[in-house]
């Protein structure tokens, strides 16, 4: 069974780009989580998605927005780039994102801002 | 609100047990995970407890849960080069997302 699936891996932009994050999850699952990982901040949840609606939401700003498909695949969006966007991001996704279904990640794409 | 904190590095002898310590806040969580990152890829699940549970045995992990005083620990038995990562702890809250300890660098000399 395929794991997760990020794309692309890596990625550089500057300042006041925009960038679209791809994550697959595992097949049969619904739920997709994004995180994003800083040296500063440690993992940070973004937001989860289930069944193409946005179910939860971090402490990110509206710069930050995301989707899901009706095959549960997700993206990520993040506009008006800053330096501090820099960062790993992370997908996880599980099968219906309940406390006893663990949330299995992705290798994650890492973005640079220059 | 929710924390979750763990020891910032262990170093260990090859063949030595490590324990690996966690501590969380958040009384209401029913699951606690343990993950395992190695240098340039994402986070791989180790294993996850129920919060009914004291303790949990998988292979050369054990998991130790102490609800009363929100601590949760993993052990590796005979370690190994290999399991030089960072390991995070996390508490899975009534949202369903994750909250991450800052991980625990665990060096394993030869």
């Known amino acids: 069974k395929a794991g997760v699936t990020q794309t692309p891996r890596y990625l550089i932009k500057t300042r006041g780009q925009q960038v679209t994050l791809s994550c697959s999850p595992i097949?049969?699952?619904?739920?997709v989580s994004w995180y994003q990982q800083t040296p500063g901040q440690g993992l940070q949840f973004l937001f989860e998605?289930?069944?193409?609606?946005?179910?939860n939401k971090g402490n990110f700003p509206g710069r930050f927005s995301g989707r899901q498909f009706s095959n549960s695949r997700s993206e990520m969006n993040v506009s008006t780039l800053e330096l501090g966007d820099s960062a790993l991001y992370l997908c996880?996704?599980?099968?219906?994102?309940?406390?006893?279904?663990?949330?299995?990640f992705g290798d994650g794409t890492r973005l640079s801002i220059l | 609100g929710e924390d979750v904190e763990q020891s910032l590095f262990l170093s260990v002898r090859e063949g030595d047990s490590s324990v690996i310590n966690c501590t969380y806040t958040d009384s209401s969580s029913t699951y606690l995970y343990w993950y395992k990152q190695e240098p340039g890829a994402g986070l791989q699940l180790l294993t996850y407890?129920?919060?009914?549970?004291d303790m949990k045995q998988d292979q050369r992990l054990t998991v130790l849960l102490n609800k009363k005083d929100k601590h949760l620990s993993l052990r590796i038995a005979d370690t190994q080069t290999g399991d030089s990562a960072i390991y995070f702890c996390?508490?899975?809250?009534?949202?369903?997302?994750?909250?991450f300890g800052s991980g625990t660098r665990l060096l394993v000399r030869p």
């Open positions: 996880a996704s599980s099968f219906e994102g309940a406390g006893n279904q663990p949330q299995h």
């Open positions: 998605y289930f069944s193409e609606t946005q179910r």
């Open positions: 996390a508490e899975k809250d009534s949202s369903y997302k994750l909250i």
């Open positions: 097949s049969g699952h619904r739920s």
């Open positions: 407890i129920f919060s009914n549970m």
